[in-house]
């Protein structure tokens, strides 16, 4: 029960790292962006929280929880609008390729996260790794007496108020994409921009919102990621991007529907965590358990094709570039 | 009254489409991109180490070229790079997104690796190499046929088959890294048969990368006749430019993405050995190193010429090379160099706008003009 318990946990932890990811990334492809840049958001969003927040501990002497956090949600949720700004104007002003552009930016947002996740483990104090402990504290802070509850208290209460975030934030997508009008002119600009623009429906202005909130929720991922998942420490081998990856696979997983995303990240979760929690692997054996999630992915992607359900097709002009012009 | 509300909503700017754009002035548009690119890195280098940037741009020539051997291993990353965007290039032509080649290396590096284990001892030093060529080859052209085939069969989405793929293959490299670790306890394979070089490239007149730089330019010519002068190199470019229109004139669509995707996986499993056999000697997790998502970009600003693609790859790996040196000389991280790639990468993707459209600013107008 208790391994069962603390599986559990970890695969919530992870899920909700790529929850955040999924859930912002569908509503950029709803608008028909389709954004391979969400590992170089969550970059960002990781990267901008970090430094914030570690310059704040640093010159003051008690910081205060709420402040803390604070200043990491505003610096994640503006560097990845920066970012996501950034891929707008590229693919929607400039009409670069939007796979390309996306990778380009993962490159770039890669090395600059890494670039200042380096110069700020140097700025710690040489050998030690930053840790930003008061923040990571305060995003960890759970439900008080959680304990109390048993089982249920530690299942579903002991996390950081994130993780709920993440799951209200899946909601809420969820009911604007399908129960508001402006939800409803978001989604026709994903399926047929041409139509949505004769409508009256500024496209370039629905694509450019989309996409900019679209990235400050994926960056909160790249925010929970430094918090909670590494407890405030920095670490520059790339398992952020891999998670950013995975978010993009979820949104295909959940078929474009965010509260699908839901038990789909949480799953992922449990997948990637599954080898630590079966007695007597080899290190090497260990390794191939590892792959699970991604064939579940590809499993999934094929049984998706395979049924072609009208329902669960991604956005018609996904991945297209819009001119006016154009027939 | 009318008119005027309608004036004032006239945009800034007016977008149009080029027609024809002659080729001069496209590369003046590139080169142009590509200077502005390197004057926007100079002040961030600038602002960071807060040097003279042509010092720095200085520093970058020399970290990639300034004695023999730094140059060779820019041209060995150079070839390395060329070969994945030369396997890259049929597959994109083809408009199927193969974000997998990072996979299709890693793969092609294990079968390389496995033949130097296993073989060593069983055969001579010469013979070990032809097969150590198609293993990698095969290994590369499974990992690509599996998308291929679902993407014809069934129309799965191939760029997150092919990404997943990559996450599979990385798995798989550290299951082999784990069984092979040497010495024990490492979690690397180490330098493999470092004392005789079993399976190592041999030199060529002198040079120790010479086989690498003759099997890639190889390939650069045949991707450029496959292309360009066969029957299926044509098949290739109905498909990508309109399925239905391939379907129309009696070519078999389906046949033509899985043998495409096969023969992309091939060269870049082609890739793989090369970066085992004929660079590393070891094979880890990195051995493909993020080349596959780079070569993507090349491929792209090549419009798949793979003449053009050498110049692009080339001042790819210089850049880096450069980067890195500037990094290492003033005590800043490794990563500093991507940073400097990825805006680069911007504005030459950016340029491209600029030259398909035509941009003009508002015209000032008149008011007697339309009265």
Same mark, same amino acid.
């Given at each position: 029960m208790n391994q069962f318990i603390s599986l559990f946990q970890a695969s919530i932890v992870f899920g909700t790292v790529i929850l955040f990811g999924a859930v912002g990334e569908i509503l950029t492809e709803k608008s028909?962006?389709?954004?391979?840049?969400?590992?170089?958001?969550?970059?960002?969003?990781?990267?901008?929280?970090?430094?914030?927040?570690?310059?704040?501990?640093?010159?003051?002497?008690?910081?205060?929880?709420?402040?803390?956090?604070?200043?990491?949600?505003v610096c994640a949720i503006?560097?990845?609008?920066?970012?996501?700004?950034?891929?707008?104007?590229?693919?929607?002003?400039?009409?670069?390729n939007q796979n390309v552009m996306g990778l380009a930016f993962n490159i770039f947002a890669g090395g600059f996260a890494n670039f200042y996740g380096g110069s700020l483990n140097k700025l710690a104090g040489g050998v030690g790794q930053i840790n930003v402990l008061a923040t990571s504290a305060a995003f960890r802070t759970k439900i008080p007496s959680y304990q109390s509850l048993g089982p249920f208290g530690h299942l579903f209460l002991s996390y950081g108020f994130l993780v709920y975030l993440a799951i209200f934030l899946a909601f809420a997508i969820s009911w604007f994409l399908t129960r508001t009008t402006v939800g409803l002119n978001l989604r026709s600009v994903g399926e047929n921009p041409a139509t949505a623009d004769a409508a009256g429906i500024n496209v370039t202005k629905y694509k450019y919102?989309?996409?900019?909130?679209?990235?400050? /929720?994926? %960056? @909160? $991922?790249? +925010?929970?990621?430094?918090?909670?998942?590494?407890?405030?420490?920095?670490?520059?081998?790339?398992? /952020?991007? %891999? @998670? $950013?990856? +995975?978010?993009?696979a979820l949104v295909i997983f959940a078929s474009w529907k965010a509260p699908r995303a839901i038990w789909g990240s949480y799953l992922f979760g449990m997948l990637s965590w599954a080898y630590f929690y079966i007695p007597e692997l080899?290190?090497?054996?260990?390794?191939?358990?590892?792959?699970?999630?991604?064939?579940?992915?590809?499993?999934?992607?094929?049984?998706?094709?395979?049924?072609?359900?009208?329902?669960n097709q991604p956005p018609n002009a996904l991945g297209l570039p819009y001119f006016r012009e154009d027939r | 009254m009318m008119k005027q509300k309608h004036r004032k909503k006239e945009p800034l700017f007016r977008i149009s489409k080029n027609g024809f754009v002659p080729l001069y002035k496209a590369w003046a548009?590139?080169?142009?991109?590509?200077?502005?690119?390197?004057?926007?890195?100079?002040?961030?280098?600038?602002?960071i180490t807060k040097l003279n940037p042509l010092k720095v741009y200085g520093t970058m020539f020399q970290g990639a070229f300034g004695t023999n051997k730094r140059m060779w291993v820019t041209i060995r990353d150079t070839m390395m790079l060329l070969c994945i965007g030369l396997g890259l290039a049929p597959a994109f032509k083809m408009r199927f997104w193969n974000i997998g080649a990072e996979g299709q290396v890693l793969v092609g590096g294990i079968a390389s690796a496995a033949c130097m284990i296993y073989l060593r001892g069983k055969m001579s030093a010469t013979a070990?190499?032809?097969?150590?060529?198609?293993?990698?080859?095969?290994?590369?052209?499974?990992?690509?046929?599996?998308?291929?085939?679902?993407?014809?069969?069934y129309g799965t989405n191939e760029t997150l088959f092919t990404l997943m793929m990559n996450y599979i293959a990385i798995q798989l490299t550290s299951y082999f890294v784990a069984l092979w670790e040497n010495p024990y306890g490492s979690n690397t394979v180490g330098i493999?048969?470092?004392r005789d070089k079993f399976g190592w490239f041999p030199p060529i007149f002198g040079q120790m990368y010479g086989l690498n730089v003759i099997i890639v330019l190889v390939l650069v010519v045949l991707i450029y006749v496959y292309l360009n002068y066969t029957k299926q190199g044509f098949e290739i470019s109905v498909v990508g430019d309109s399925e239905n229109t391939a379907r129309y004139c009696g070519i078999d669509v389906k046949r033509v993405i899985i043998r495409t995707m096969i023969i992309s996986g091939a060269i870049c499993g082609i890739a793989g050995f090369l970066a085992v056999a004929g660079a590393g000697h070891t094979i880890s997790v990195s051995t493909a190193g993020g080349r596959g998502f780079t070569t993507i970009i090349v491929a792209w600003m090549a419009k798949f010429n793979s003449f053009v693609m050498v110049l692009f790859s080339s001042l790819l790996v210089f850049l880096e090379k450069g980067a890195m040196e500037i990094a290492s000389r003033y005590q800043l991280s490794d990563y500093v160099s991507n940073m400097i790639i990825g805006i680069i990468l911007f504005f030459i993707l950016g340029s491209e706008f600029f030259i398909n459209f035509k941009v003009r600013l508002r015209q000032r107008f008149t008011k007697d003009k339309s009265q």
């Open positions: 028909g962006n389709l954004n391979l840049g969400v590992p170089g958001i969550m970059y960002l969003g990781s990267i901008a929280s970090l430094i914030g927040v570690f310059y704040y501990e640093r010159y003051v002497e008690n910081p205060i929880p709420i402040v803390c956090i604070l200043i990491a949600l503006i560097a990845s609008m920066l970012g996501g700004l950034l891929f707008s104007f590229m693919t929607i002003t400039l009409r670069c919102v989309s996409t900019c909130v679209g990235a400050a /929720i994926s %960056g @909160l $991922g790249g +925010l929970y990621y430094v918090m909670d998942y590494m407890k405030g420490t920095w670490d520059s081998d790339g398992s /952020i991007e %891999g @998670l $950013g990856w +995975l978010a993009v080899t290190r090497s054996s260990q390794e191939i358990f590892k792959m699970l999630p991604y064939i579940v992915t590809v499993l999934v992607l094929i049984v998706v094709a395979y049924q072609h359900k009208p329902d | 548009i590139r080169i142009g991109a590509l200077l502005l690119a390197l004057v926007v890195c100079a002040f961030i280098i600038y602002s070990v190499l032809p097969i150590m060529f198609v293993c990698s080859m095969l290994a590369g052209a499974i990992w690509g046929f599996i998308p291929g085939y679902f993407k014809a069969k493999i048969n470092s």
